[in-house]
């Protein structure tokens, strides 16, 4: 089960890189280059992106960490760096990239060129998010894309709801925690009401809470988004919901309120399309590449995403080197610009503002087949019980279902859901060691 649902929810939706090089834009004759190097007096070393062959040009490891670490040493050398602009770019799509570049360039106005600005590779970046990272100087060059150690996480609590470092690592949900994400996929949880025991799936993630300490964070699932109350002071409108519905993305940067300093804060918001939780992006957080799957964006398509807004796109390159179009859009709680395709949109359909459709109740449940009357009840929504179940070691045992629509199975619980669970959404249960 887990491996499927990996297969549908962890699509991976950016641009596929195998080595990364430079590009390099000089301020004083508007040029662009690809960057092969710096000399020993500390001038760049740059070449014509015509006929230029991958020997030709600088390649770097296409991960986070490797990134970081060449940038800050090449800026150090460079006599002149405040003389450049610089862009990352795979050393597939550099020299048509460089191409289009240098034309965008050459025709742009000053706005155009200041909002270029955002993405060119910054030092303070660079340094900025060396200094934030959690992981100390010994840490490998991998290492330093994680945000967090697995040694901060409180594992006998984990133990307790069921959880082990071994189990999170054979359903991939490891990883992602780490890397400050929530686990792809929906992770079966114990919770110890102290009277009885129930079974839950959820996402978890790691939060880091105000006294330092890491805690982990429970993301339950929602039988629907609520779409009537507001927001962090949004109101929803019939588009905003019909968007948030369809494709899990609500299409417009809108203004959200801090709700302890008041702040105001334009943002994009998104569903969790396995947990119906509303994600919240501030704005000036969303990033867009210049490129994406061999298609370099202009100015215009790239505002439409930064403004939430689907982008349709035609002739990209795919993996196996075929033409494809698509629907774009930036996602945030995936926190990237991903691919509309129907299969990766889990669709509630419209009829969800008002009423919801069933799903088919299946009739076997953990090899007992269900009566009439249980499958009725789980039909209407309701709670149902059942008992003779017989675990791993033969031993019989009894507790209520429910049927989750959204995710099409039925869910066991030794206590009656509708009266115990109350709201475990979105609660921390465990603080871990100081970062």
Known sequence: MYEEMKKENNINDTVEKVKDTLLVLNNTINTIRLVQGVDKEGNLKEVLPENTSSQQMIRIDADEGSFTSFFTDFYSQLKSPSDFSFFKVTEYEATQTATELQEY??????????????????????????????????????????????????????????????????????????????????????INLGTAVSTMEVRLSLQVQDSGEVGVLLHGVRKEPDLNSKFFGHEFTRED??????????????NLINPKTDEVIPSVISRDRLTNELIALRAEFMRVPLVIKGVTLNLEQRRTLLEGKPLFIENMLSKRGTLFNATLQFNADKRYVEFQFKKNIKSLSMKDLNSRE??????????????????????????????????????????????????????????????????????????????
């Open 105 to 190: 360039v050459k025709n742009a106005s000053v706005e155009e060129r200041r909002n270029l600005k955002q993405y060119e590779v910054s030092i303070e970046r660079v340094e900025a998010h060396k200094t934030q990272s959690p992981i100390n100087n010994t840490s490998t060059k991998e290492d330093a894309l994680y945000r967090y150690e697995a040694e901060q996480i409180d594992w006998s609590t984990m133990e307790k709801l069921g959880l082990n470092r071994e189990m999170l690592e054979k359903m991939n949900a490891l990883d992602p925690l780490l890397r400050g994400f929530k686990t792809p996929i929906l992770v079966p949880v114990t």
């Open 241 to 254: 919901k019909r968007n948030l519905i369809e494709s899990g993305n609500m299409g417009r940067v809108v």
């Open 358 to 435: 069933r799903a088919e109740v299946p009739s076997v449940f953990r090899g007992r087949k269900l009566y009439s009357w249980q499958m009725d009840k789980l039909k209407a929504g309701e709670t149902a019980y059942i008992n003779s179940l017989t675990d791993g070691k033969g031993k019989k045992y009894q507790g209520y279902m429910t049927f989750n629509r959204e995710v099409g199975k039925i869910e066991f619980s030794f206590r009656n859901p509708r009266k115990q669970l109350g709201n475990t959404e979105n609660k921390t249960i465990s603080k871990g060691k100081r970062i």
